[in-house]
Nanobody, 125 residues
Framework: QVQLVESGGGLVHPEGSLTLSCAAS????????MAWFRQDPGKEREFVAA????????YYADSVKGRFTISRDNAKNTVYLQMNSLKPEDTAVYYC??????????????????WGQGTQVTVSS
């Protein structure tokens, strides 16, 4: 089964940018639908973005559309989340998720079987 490790989180000023990476091991990434979720303490895990197996289709939450870009490099077994124009409300722990049962739009956490440990993103002046 695939293991996922996120990196790239940190502290950034409002309107700044950050790129998260999710490195996969133990499996071939191109058979997995990949996604990013985020979670604030005391809140439910929230869908951010997803990308189909070959990277042809991408899906975004309305709150990040136009500011975030999800991409993947299957040769490097890595998925990315480029985040621009960051806002304080983007502050959360960001999680990478994967599932091989489907290849379309899936925005619920229960649709994904594999998860990384998360990386903290803090947007503050």
């Amino acid at each position: 089964q695939v293991q996922l490790v996120e990196s790239g989180g940190g502290l950034v000023h409002p309107e700044g940018s950050l790129t998260l990476s999710c490195a996969a091991s133990g499996g071939t990434l191109n058979v997995y639908l990949m996604a990013w979720f985020r979670q604030d303490p005391g809140k439910e895990r929230e869908f951010v973005a997803a990308i189909s197996r070959r990277g042809v289709s991408t899906y975004y939450a309305d709150s990040v559309k136009g500011r975030f870009t999800i991409s993947r490099d299957n040769a490097k077994n890595t998925v990315y989340l480029q985040m621009n124009s960051l806002k304080p409300e983007d502050t959360a722990v960001y999680y990478c998720a994967a599932d091989r049962r489907w290849d379309g739009y899936r925005s619920t956490a229960s649709s994904y079987n594999y998860w990384g440990q998360g990386t903290q993103v803090t947007v503050s002046s």
